[in-house]
């Protein structure tokens, strides 16, 4: 079942990885803040006998200028990312 996890400020950096899987323009400190981010959100669980088998980013707009984004908290270019979890009985 394909349930909405939430809105998150993604940097413009991280949507190729995300949505392609191509990390080659990214630095090591970025794939790891990008891993890590993924990996917080792979353990959401909506309640003990639902765990997510996948992660679905669907980009919602424009890229803009935020003090702040959801993978390493810096400044720079984000674009708000709905991010939904194919959630499924274990």
């Known amino acids: ?26 630095s090591g400190s970025e794939e790891s803040a990008l891993e890590d981010f993924v990996y917080e959100l792979s353990d959401i669980r909506i309640d003990d006998d639902a765990r997510i088998s996948g992660l679905i980013f669907n980009p919602l707009g424009d890229a803009y200028f935020s003090n702040r984004n959801d993978v390493d908290g810096l400044g720079g270019d984000v674009i708000e990312v709905e991010i939904l979890g194919n959630f499924v009985s274990v």
Do not use: E, R
């Not at 990885?17 to 990390?23: K, R, V």
């Open 1 to 26: 079942m394909i349930q909405s996890i939430g809105t998150y400020q993604i940097p413009s950096w991280a949507l190729p990885a995300l949505i392609n899987g191509d990390t080659s323009d990214l």
